[in-house]
Structure formats: structure tokens, C-alpha cells
């Protein structure tokens, strides 16, 4: 009996949130649509007054930790290489505080080339060996690491740019580095109060 009334309540209520769905969707998607205008040709089409899908959907999924962005014009981002985002939105081989986006995980070659004309791919979240001046056995205690360039790094926050924490010593100036694109920004963020 109280497993009936238990889910009899759960059938209602679930009934009540899909009423409030229909009637709540159908006005914002007049007002969304009325504000965007007409859908250019090649432009995706999506059905706002939907609530649920009523066919299938195919999605656009990357696989694993990996991105791919635009090299600056004229230059060249080695395999292997922190890649750091300019001002203006191109990537290029880290400099002393860009905004971490990954290790390139192939050349990108754009020596002569227009911003843009090259992509290169990066690992935007992993674990990396690298060798980090002044570390010691004492950094297992997870610190910060930053990047001064594409291939110098440290633990001094100075106008270096964060990339990571320090997983595990490995030994004198090697450690394993845990790096991630999303937490660098949030380290960012957090230091100028933003978070």
C-alpha cells in the first residue's frame, strides 16, 4: 500500500514538472526565435518548442582530452610545446602569462603563414614529466606549477602562467606534473579575485 502511494505521488509530480514544461517552453521559445530571426543557410536547425527529442540527435563529440586551436601568424609551435593563447585569441609557444591551453602534441608549422592558416592540436589535460627548476622531494605536497615559456618551468608565480600542480616528485628538478587547461584558467581567476 505505501509503495502505491509512493508512487502514485512520484507520477504526479513528475505529471505536474511536464505540464509546467509545456507551458512554459513553447513562450520562451516565440520570444527566443522572434529575437534571433530567420536561420542562415548551413546554420543548424533546433525546434525550441521541444521539451524532449523526438528523434535522434547527432552530436558533434571530441574524443578525450584534446583541442585544437589557431596558430598565430609566421610562427612555429613544436611537438611538445606549452602552447599559450595571445590577446588576440591565436596560439603560439607559451609566454610568460598567456593563458595555458596544452602541450601541442604535433608541430604546427605556420613559418610564413596568416593567423589562422594552421591549427595546432594540444593535450589540454593529462600528466606530464617535466623538469621544474629548484623542485625537491618536499613538492609532494602538490604546489603550483607554472610556465615562463613553451619549455621553462617553475614553481614561482611571479607573471608565469599556471599549468598545473605537481602530482609526484620523480627526482632532483623532474617531477610528474598534472596539468589542465580549465583548472590554469580558474588558478588565474582566483588570484585576481574573480572566483
Given amino acids: 500500500m505505501k509503495k502505491t502511494l509512493l508512487v502514485a505521488g512520484g507520477l504526479t509530480l513528475l505529471a505536474a514538472c511536464f505540464a509546467l514544461v509545456t507551458i512554459v517552453v513553447p513562450d520562451i521559445s516565440a520570444h527566443t526565435i522572434a529575437a534571433i530571426g530567420p536561420l542562415d543557410h548551413g546554420a543548424v536547425s533546433v525546434d525550441l518548442a521541444m521539451a524532449t527529442l523526438a528523434v535522434n540527435a547527432l552530436r558533434d563529440y ?11 601568424a609566421d610562427d612555429i609551435i613544436y611537438q611538445g610545446a606549452a602552447v599559450g593563447e595571445n590577446a588576440s585569441g591565436y596560439s603560439r609557444p607559451l609566454q610568460a602569462g598567456d593563458p595555458f591551453q596544452g602541450f601541442a602534441e604535433a608541430m604546427a608549422d605556420n613559418a610564413g603563414g596568416a593567423a589562422g592558416a594552421v591549427n595546432v592540436n594540444v ?48 627526482s632532483t628538478g623532474v617531477a610528474v606534473v598534472e596539468f589542465d587547461a580549465s583548472m590554469a584558467a580558474e588558478i588565474v581567476a582566483r588570484a585576481a579575485g574573480d572566483v
Avoid: C
Fill in 62 to 72: 571530441q574524443l578525450g582530452d584534446n583541442e585544437e586551436y589557431p596558430v598565430i
Fill in 123 to 170: 593535450k589540454a589535460r593529462g600528466r606530464v614529466v617535466l623538469a621544474i627548476s629548484a623542485i625537491g622531494i618536499t613538492a609532494n605536497d602538490r604546489p603550483v606549477v607554472y610556465a615562463s615559456d613553451d619549455n621553462t618551468f617553475t614553481l614561482t608565480a611571479s607573471t608565469n602562467s599556471p599549468i598545473g600542480r605537481v602530482s609526484r616528485w620523480v
